[in-house]
């Protein structure tokens, strides 16, 4: 409907919006748990949870798995590697999107996940972190006599 021209003013409205995006990112109480990230965070996770466990799915295409280090110490799950970028050393780049280099995404879980019983796969770009839940953590129906 409207074409887009980047005037003078625009411009001061998208610096000030990134500012207030800035600011907000800093001051967010979510920005470093189990919450979303700012936009543009490589890469990028969803947490699911069930009564019985944990799921994070890390969205890394292109990422060799051997480079993937995941650990998981108390109730915090670490997840760093590194995405190489096969680049044109001759060609001039006037954009440049796709990350490319280390990386690292650290995720606070709830108490009661098991530490000993985490699986880890690697598929179509998704690496897949399940973590159950202690025993002594899931909800017991209690039998009234």
């Known amino acids: 409907m409207f074409s887009y021209f980047e005037t003078p003013l625009l411009a001061e409205f998208r610096r000030m919006e990134q500012e207030f995006d800035d600011l907000f990112e800093t001051w967010a109480?979510?920005?470093?748990?189990?919450?979303s990230?700012?936009?543009?965070?490589?890469p990028a996770v969803n947490v699911g949870?069930?009564?019985?466990?944990?799921?994070?799915?890390?969205?890394?295409?292109?990422?060799?798995?051997?480079?993937?280090?995941?650990?998981?110490?108390?109730n915090v799950l670490s997840v760093s590697g590194k995405r190489e970028l096969a680049t044109e050393m001759e060609a001039t780049f006037y954009r440049?999107?796709?990350f490319g280099g280390t990386f690292r995404r650290i995720v606070t879980l709830p108490e009661d996940v098991d530490p000993?019983?985490?699986?880890?796969?690697?598929?179509?770009?998704?690496?897949q972190i399940s973590v159950r839940r202690r025993e002594?953590?899931?909800?017991?129906?209690?039998?009234?006599?």
């Open 96 to 98: 440049q999107e796709r």
């Open 116 to 127: 000993d019983k985490v699986e880890a796969t690697y598929r179509d770009g998704i690496l």
């Open 49 to 74: 949870s069930t009564p019985d466990g944990l799921t994070v799915y890390v969205f890394a295409p292109a990422v060799d798995p051997k480079s993937f280090e995941v650990s998981l110490q108390e």
């Open 37 to 42: 990230l700012p936009s543009g965070t490589f």
């Open 136 to 145: 002594s953590a899931k909800p017991r129906q209690i039998e009234i006599h």
């Open 29 to 35: 109480p979510w920005s470093g748990g189990i919450r």
